[in-house]
């Protein structure tokens, strides 16, 4: 019996595959910072669960492949409050963001073609095209740019007949990086001229800082040319509840994902309801909650992190990401030294080594990746491991 090439060539996800050395930390008894994975400590809102309450059903039946109707109508005016266009037809309620990128990276190419990307990039990309046999090619974003859109002339530079598409998350996973409206056009313009779809990943359009602005790729022409991928899961701290959305206004390709739909059936029910509850009961004054609370967690984590020598990084601008390099000659190695070796008082950090968010080899080697999903004390508090983890790991 064999494996598949496909598995066989698949990297680990790179913010989990550590995750044993943690594990194995605690068993050891310490206390282990979680800023590895994007997993934020807020309280799911009690109107997800209200809902599924008061709309408590006697069978837990498969709904539409496209979602329960009620659901896709409650995006269709979420999307209006953010002038995004989107009617209830365009919206394909999908299991996580993650589901609706694999349904348009299998909609729209087969395999040995190329998917641009913008590296640094959200490492799934990485594992969703190694899944479907597609290849990525990279453009880079600088550190010393702010991780700044790179040039259409770096675009042509990986373009080539097999390109499919440019998916790109903004706000970014990993750099923090947000978007101008000149940035977001420029990739819009340059799919134009090139023929190509474009995947704009906009989970964490909420989370924008110092009053930026996000730019959806929606505010561009020609519609039909974009697919925006969405999700839940940070929004509404229900990263576990596994809803996201595939909308598009191309019907054509919505028809062509929604083969893919049918296919597994539907997305999980009772969660469906709860989202409900959420995008029907929460409103702007939530939101505005939401991000100030992760501007202060960023503020925390900016005001930590350059108290360490040697580190370089940019204040990030919007998600809940810092990527970050730091003084050491592994970033891999030192963070399981940080949780083999390593702690202050019983209590040491995990973070995501930051290699597996670039596609080009090599890269990555001594960065990390934060994601300030705690509270700003324990931010603070894991900040200082990592800045005395530094030292020690340099000195053995
Ligand atoms: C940029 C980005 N896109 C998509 C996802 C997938 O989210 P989910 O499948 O939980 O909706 C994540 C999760 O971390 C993400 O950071």
Request: glycine share 6%.
């Amino acid at each position: 019996m064999n494996f598949s090439q496909r598995a066989l060539n698949m990297q680990e996800s790179p913010i989990r595959k550590l995750i044993p050395y943690a594990e194995n930390a605690k068993k050891n008894g310490k206390k282990v910072y979680h800023l590895n994975i994007g997993q934020p400590d807020l309280e799911t809102p009690k109107e997800f669960y209200d809902y599924i309450e008061s709309n408590r059903q006697k069978v837990i039946s498969y709904s539409h492949s496209a979602g329960l109707p009620e659901l896709r109508e409650a995006f269709a005016d979420y999307y209006k409050r953010w002038n995004m266009g989107f009617e209830y037809e365009d919206i394909m309620i999908t299991t996580g963001g993650s589901e609706a990128i694999i349904f348009a990276l299998s909609a729209i190419a087969d395999p040995g073609d190329e998917i641009i990307v913008i590296e640094p990039f959200y490492a799934n990309y990485r594992g969703f095209a190694e899944m479907l046999n597609l290849k990525l090619k990279a453009v880079r974003a600088l550190p010393e740019n702010g991780y700044a859109l790179p040039s259409k002339e770096e675009f042509e530079k990986v373009y080539s007949e097999k390109t499919r598409a440019v998916i790109f998350s903004n706000p970014s996973n990993p750099t923090g990086a947000v978007y101008t409206s000149e940035e977001v056009k420029r990739i819009v313009d340059f799919a134009e001229e090139k023929d190509i779809f474009v995947i704009s990943d906009e989970v964490y359009k909420e989370f924008t800082f110092d009053g930026r602005k996000h730019v959806s790729v929606m505010e561009f022409e020609p519609k039909e040319r974009f697919i925006v991928v969405d999700s839940i899961s940070k929004r509404y701290s229900a990263c576990g509840a596994r809803i996201g959305v595939f909308a598009t206004k191309n019907k054509k390709l919505f028809a062509q994902a929604m083969k893919f739909a049918q296919s597994r059936l539907c997305s999980p029910v009772v969660a469906q309801l709860g989202t409900v509850g959420l995008l029907k009961n929460l409103d702007e004054k939530y939101t505005e909650e939401m991000k100030n609370i992760y501007q202060q967690r960023r503020d925390a984590v900016y005001e930590e992190l350059s108290k360490i020598e040697g580190i370089s990084f940019k204040k990030p601008q919007g998600s809940f990401y810092v990527s970050v390099e730091l003084p050491v000659d592994d970033s891999e190695e030192f963070v399981k030294f940080l949780l083999n070796d390593f702690d202050i008082d019983g209590e040491t950090a995990m973070v995501a080594p930051l290699n597996g968010f670039y596609a080009t080899e090599g890269s990555g080697k001594k960065e990390i990746r934060i994601a300030y999903v705690l509270e700003p004390q324990a931010i603070k508090k894991a900040c200082r491991i990592i800045k005395e983890g530094i030292k020690a790991y340099n000195e053995k």
